[in-house]
């Protein structure tokens, strides 16, 4: 009997009859065997191979992620200062301060959506997915941001009311999603919540004209503001702990 040498753990055997001229192969038959202890290495040496890879990329992985960002403590410590501020100024200042206070506000607003609509603008040089959509955005941040520069009083009496009516509107849509998820499996307590939201939306949509609709709406955000304040001097001091 010959064994033919095996490739991938498989042996081949030849067996044969002798004749008595010569050597007569009377009988040719193949066997295919499994070997299988060598199918065993081969099986035992993949595995290995394979854990020995996903932990490699498991080490690599985090080696070379890199920490998430976090925004520095004293940044937030200065936001909150100047939120204690302003609200501070909005609700126990004089009339002339506050009347000063309100107008600087509208004007930081107009800078703030000038110099954004410029941002959106110039990053289609680097990025234009969504283009159009950045190019629109920009263009109407710019304009909305030197007419509040260019006219901050007019702006200023007109802001109030324009808050309340879009706060009005938002009422409005998420009264109307809030009572249709309610039908559609949401519970009661969706459909309660939603009715409350449409009703106070269109309360605001209604009145949205009233001067003292707008005033109480800029008194509620100088208290936001001022308690805001604090919170977030809180966790300036609890980040820069950490």
């Not at 499994?34 to 595995?47: D, E, P």
């Not at 109407?140 to 009005?168: C, E, K, N, R, T």
Request: proline share 3%; aromatic share 12%; charged share 10%.
């Amino acid at each position: 009997m010959f064994v033919i040498p095996a490739k991938a753990g498989i042996q081949y055997e030849l067996n044969w009859t002798p004749a008595c001229a010569g050597v007569t192969v009377r009988k040719v038959s193949y066997r295919l065997i499994l070997a299988k202890n060598a199918f065993a290495r081969i099986k035992t040496q993949f595995i290995s191979q394979s854990q020995g890879d996903n932990h490699m990329t498991t080490t690599a992985s985090a080696t070379t992620a890199a920490p998430a960002p976090h925004r520095p403590w004293w940044l937030t410590l200065i936001g909150g200062v100047l939120a204690i501020i302003v609200g501070a100024l909005l609700l126990w200042g004089n009339l002339v301060t506050q009347i000063q206070t309100y107008l600087l506000l509208v004007e930081v607003l107009g800078i703030w959506w000038l110099v954004d609509g410029i941002f959106d603008i110039v990053s289609l040089f680097v990025d234009r997915t969504a283009w159009g959509w950045k190019l629109f955005m920009g263009i109407v941040s710019i304009i909305a941001g030197g007419y509040i520069l260019m006219y901050p009083i007019l702006v200023g009496l007109a802001l109030p009311q324009l808050f309340v009516l879009i706060l009005g509107l938002w009422g409005v849509v998420k009264g109307i999603v809030l009572i249709i998820m309610a039908f559609q499996g949401g519970g009661w307590g969706a459909g309660i919540l939603g009715a409350i939201t449409l009703i106070f939306g269109g309360i605001l949509i209604a009145n949205y004209g009233v001067p003292g609709w707008g005033l109480s709406l800029v008194w509620a955000a100088a208290v936001l503001a001022f308690i805001g304040g604090f919170v977030m001097v809180f966790r300036a001091f609890q980040q820069r702990k950490a």
